[in-house]
């Protein structure tokens, strides 16, 4: 196995997302000691987790320019899939807290039941049969089976909705700042899943590259959502 010029690119491309993706979520969390927050800590760890498929994808490129060998299907799966209803829970933990504080245990009840009938079944596959789960094309290209794909979608579809009352409950706020931070979370979600629809659903290089791009640009949206640069604040001052 080989990889062409795009899909080195890809791979490149992929480790730079995941180290500003680690990055953000970091500096997000550390932003916790100074403001005694605790969003901070969900919302860094949210975006750490949503990176995770590119995670997996990172470690098993790094290992074929290593070795010549891909991450095993077991290892890439279990890394890339299994913690992303964690994470998924976490940021409806965020999401419940800021926005319907009243229906927070309802919330947190079904996305954590949504999650474990995620895990089991794919527990199972993961043990049984991967191919049920996806098949590795290159050590950084999955093509994903049914199951995946349409949970996938699910997550795509919960980020956005999600994020746009989000948004839209920040623009409302008589705070200038915080229109503001609404404003990026919005943007960031909708590039975040423009970037893994195509990414998850086109099963092209090129279009990899583009989805990659777009990715990278929604981590640096999330992180000045939550953590306004200091000329962006003097604008609005």
Known sequence: MQL???????????????????????????????EKNSTYIYVGLTWIGLSTLWLAASISFLIFLLSGKPLAPFFYFFIGVTFIPLFVLIWMTAFAMLIYEDYKKIIIMIFAIYGIIFEIIFLYFLFTDTTVIGVQRTPIDTDWGLFMTGYLISVILIGVITGFFFAIKSMQAPNEEIKLRGKFILVAFIFWALGSALDAIIELPLIRTLAIAILIISAILWYFAFNLPKFLKDKIS
């Open 4 to 34: 062409n010029t795009i899909e080195l690119i890809n791979g490149i491309f992929g480790c730079i997302y995941v180290v500003v993706s680690i990055i953000v979520g970091l500096r997000l969390i550390f932003k916790y000691f100074k």
